[in-house]
């Protein structure tokens, strides 16, 4: 039960983030996309050879990265998942130590620096 209104809960967000525009160079990358990518790529099958890493606040400005990281953090599958990438890169030196794994859109990762 829990689990389906956190499920819920995330889906409500998306929807209604889904249609916040980026500023920056990829117009495409919205809160919702991101996200959305992020929960539904398939972990196993991403090799680091032709990743592209772009800094979350390139895109977005600094509200949508605190709305990006708060959902995140309220989302298991999401979670995981971005736990599961950023080891991934971490261990293939594309991020740093500093960095978590926010997003995904196509080829592309988008990270976000934690605090040190």
């Known amino acids: 039960m829990k689990r389906l209104r956190s499920l819920a809960l995330l889906t409500a967000m998306l929807a209604s983030f889904a249609f916040v525009s980026a500023v920056g160079a990829a117009p495409r990358a919205?809160?919702?996309t991101l996200l959305s990518g992020l929960i539904n790529v398939n972990v196993g099958d991403v090799t680091v050879t032709d990743?592209?890493?772009v800094d979350v606040n390139d895109v977005l400005n600094d509200n949508q990265v605190e709305i990006l990281n708060n959902v995140l953090n309220n989302s298991p599958i999401a979670s995981n998942n971005s736990n599961i990438l950023t080891n991934l890169?971490?261990?293939a030196n594309l991020i740093t130590e500093n960095q978590i794994v926010v997003g995904v859109l196509g080829g592309t990762f988008f990270v976000l620096d934690t605090l040190p």
């Open 89 to 91: 890169l971490r261990g």
């Open 51 to 53: 990743v592209v890493v």
């Open 30 to 32: 919205t809160i919702g």
